[in-house]
């Protein structure tokens, strides 16, 4: 079993315009072990996105205070691609385009850069492991051997970025908005290739504006972000609360003092 | 005062054109070009300074023959060359019954001196062009020469692979005449690469390229030329009415070099596709000059240039396009990309445009810039180390140039050639 540990985090980033850092995690507290799905809902705005990238190792987010740890070790100090290395994962909710290299070719360098020089996966092997996982998400040939997220359209991008979870299998997996601009037949199949992951050496951390995921990957715990904290956890019950009352009604429960983009 | 070049050259040039049994009029050629060589001078680049290469001080002429290498291309229709030697060439059947010729250039002179003295630095690149033409003609010492007469269309590529040899004190003067007539088609792909080591020398190639009326001529060049050999490259062409004439050229060279690329769209209606991607490491220089000049009406000239700088090396593109006055409905477009590795590395992309006629479209883009930060950080997301996932974000930034190579396998060698320079150059 696996373990990952938000202590305390807070997060800045610079503004472009006049430099200034902006405090956007406000000291955050996660903690979550393999075999365990997480989501994580919140208004626009409140620092989701910003947790994933500090947690993966964006280096535009700054860590001012508290720490992260994989397995009991701080993981700062630690370039994004030796994060990845050691389990994390992170579905972006804008994955960056590629031309000119095919996702058969990423992917292969992805699986192999976990692997000892002289111990690179066998073609074979690799072939018939992404046929079986492009088949647990309805995807050809095809659009393996295009360039990576090249012209891709959005509810690609996103299967695309699930069949690099499956290839990739990492111990953990923030999914950052893979619902969102999915039809309902790709989010069928986008939860069944997250659900295929599910099992003692994975855990998922899942960003959703929407509920109706959370039926399809049915969370252990539910947890609510506002102005950079996590202000409430709960079952899978919580996040069917919210959908029905909306972030203002718990604001005014806990007595929050926080202002929401959409309100007037 | 230093002497002329044509007191100190005219008898090892004269000894030199009978030892390989030249007719009558290339010795003329080349003692003429050998005269008229004291009085040209350097060609000029805008942003490129190369006086200090010494391109126009001649090495011995000699003709002791190269070694032999492994380098035979794996295609049914090639000629391989070491040196001055051809070491080997096959030319299918077919193809000689149709009247395709394909051989090397002293052998040229001799038994097609018609087509020869028709073609052969009269059309394209004169020997008063410049001192280093007129030293590519005085001195040649190896070449090759492809005819592919009226009405012929070969499906299948051509390929050449010609090696210079460090191994031995000797200048490499190439000059390659590809001649495509009217209605004709042809793909010719080209390696240039350097063997041995041991000595510096200097390379003076010319290539030259007719493509006449409707013809559709493709030109694919692997340049691999060595960090000791210093390099004057010229490559240019010409088309007839209709005619298209495509270059899609791959500077992977160690050393010194300046390219002088380029179609002239003499004929209505033709059409060029000038496409160049450069990697430059270490201290080299190379600096790239390609220049499409639209003399027919509704004629089309694009040029492409991507190129990657590392290390403490320096890159500049020029990309030159010229519409004259009469070339009416005429398009001149440009886009010239660099990206910068180092912070030693320098560089630059300089689009000229020169529209002396109204009646047309034209365009350029030019940028200098870094390594995209995004894409860098997706790829290393997923566990790929900083080195490998620069080489393919720059592979990437190549595609455009490498997707234009028509076959497969040659696609695969230039992207094997990219990712050996770009291990090279992160070291
Ligand atoms: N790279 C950045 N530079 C400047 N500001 C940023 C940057 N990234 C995020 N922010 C700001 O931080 C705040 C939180 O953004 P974040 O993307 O984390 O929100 P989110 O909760 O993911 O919202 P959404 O639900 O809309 O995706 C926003 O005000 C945003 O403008
Ligand atoms: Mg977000």
């Not at chain 1, 994390?88 to 699986?111: C, D, H, S």
């Not at chain 2, 519409?323 to 477009?333: E, H, P, W």
Request: no cysteine; net charge negative.
């Amino acid at each position: 079993m696996s373990t990952l540990e938000i202590k305390d985090l807070h997060v800045s980033v610079t503004d472009d315009e006049n430099g200034e850092g902006q405090e956007i995690l406000k000291g955050v507290n996660l903690t979550m072990s393999t075999g365990e799905i997480h989501a994580i809902m919140g208004p626009n705005g409140t620092g989701k996105s910003t947790l994933s990238q500090a947690i993966m190792g964006n280096s535009a987010y700054k860590v001012t205070q508290g720490d992260i740890l994989l397995d009991g070790k701080s993981i700062l100090e630690l370039p994004v691609d030796e994060r990845a290395r050691l389990g994390l994962f992170l579905a972006m909710q804008y994955p960056a385009e590629i031309p000119g290299v095919t996702n058969v070719e990423f992917m292969r360098a992805a699986i192999n850069s976990r692997r000892d020089k002289d111990d690179q996966i066998p073609v074979m092997d690799f072939i018939k492991k992404l046929e079986s996982k492009q088949d647990i998400l309805d995807m050809t040939d095809e659009m393996s051997e295009r360039y990576l997220n090249e012209g891709f359209s959005g509810g690609e991008k996103k299967r695309n970025e699930i069949l690099q979870l499956l290839m990739i299998e990492p111990k953990f997996a923030i999914l950052d908005e893979i619902d969102s601009g999915l039809d309902i037949d790709a989010l069928k199949v986008v939860s069944r290739g997250v659900n295929s992951m599910r099992g003692d050496n994975f855990g998922s951390l899942i960003i959703t504006h929407y509920q109706r995921l959370l039926n399809y990957i049915v969370p252990d715990q539910v947890h609510v972000m506002m102005d950079g904290r996590i202000v409430k956890s709960g079952g899978p019950e919580l996040a069917k609360k919210l959908e029905d009352e909306g972030y203002a009604g718990l604001r005014d429960d806990l007595h929050l003092d926080v202002k929401l983009t959409d309100e007037i | 005062m230093r002497a002329n070049l044509i007191d100190k050259y005219k008898d090892d040039v004269t000894s030199f054109s009978q030892s390989k049994g030249e007719p009558d009029w290339y010795k003329k050629v080349r003692l003429d070009s050998l005269e008229k060589a004291d009085e040209l001078s350097l060609p000029k680049y805008e942003k490129i300074n190369y006086r200090s290469w010494r391109l126009d001080r001649p090495g011995s002429i000699d003709n002791s023959s190269a070694n032999e290498f492994d380098r035979k291309p794996q295609a049914n229709n090639y000629i391989y060359q070491a040196g001055d030697q051809t070491i080997s060439m096959n030319l299918e059947d077919e193809l000689s019954k149709k009247g395709v010729i394909l051989t090397d250039i002293f052998s040229a002179m001799k038994d097609y001196p018609e087509l020869m003295q028709k073609y052969f630095m009269t059309k394209v690149t004169k020997t008063t062009d410049n001192k280093l033409t007129a030293l590519n003609a005085a001195f040649l010492n190896s070449g090759a020469f492809l005819y592919v007469p009226r009405g012929v269309h070969l499906t299948k590529s051509i390929q050449a692979m010609f090696v210079q040899d460090n191994s031995i004190d000797r200048d490499f003067v190439h000059h390659v005449l590809i001649v495509a007539e009217a209605d004709t088609e042809v793909t010719y792909l080209e390696n240039l690469v350097s063997e041995g080591s041991g000595h510096k020398n200097k390379a003076n190639i010319v290539v030259e390229v007719i493509a006449a009326d409707n013809s559709r001529v493709h030109f694919s060049a692997l340049d691999q030329l060595s960090k000791d050999t210093t390099t004057y490259l010229n490559r240019r062409g010409i088309t007839g009415n209709n005619a298209r004439l495509d270059w899609a050229i791959g500077f992977m060279n160690d050393g010194d070099v300046i390219g002088d690329f380029g179609t002239d769209l003499l004929g209505e209606g033709s059409h060029t596709e000038a496409k160049v991607v450069a990697i430059t490491t270490g201290e080299q220089v190379q600096g790239i000059d390609t220049k499409v000049t639209n003399y027919g009406k509704h004629t089309i000239g694009h040029i492409l240039q991507h190129g990657v700088i590392l290390q403490k090396s320096t890159l500049t593109f020029n990309g030159v396009g010229h519409i004259v006055k009469g070339a009416r409905g005429s398009d001149a477009q440009q886009e010239s990309r660099v990206l910068m590795l180092s912070r030693k590395a320098r560089g630059d992309a300089n689009p000229i445009l020169l529209i002396d006629e109204n009646d047309v479209t034209a365009g350029h883009a030019a940028s200098v810039g870094r390594v995209n930060e995004d894409q860098m950080y997706y790829l290393m997301s997923r566990g790929i180390d900083e080195k490998t996932a620069q080489r393919l974000v720059i592979r990437g930034f190549l595609s455009s140039v490498i997707s234009e190579i028509p076959e497969k396998d040659v696609r695969a060698s230039l992207t094997q050639m990219i990712e050996r320079k770009l291990v090279y150059g992160q070291k």
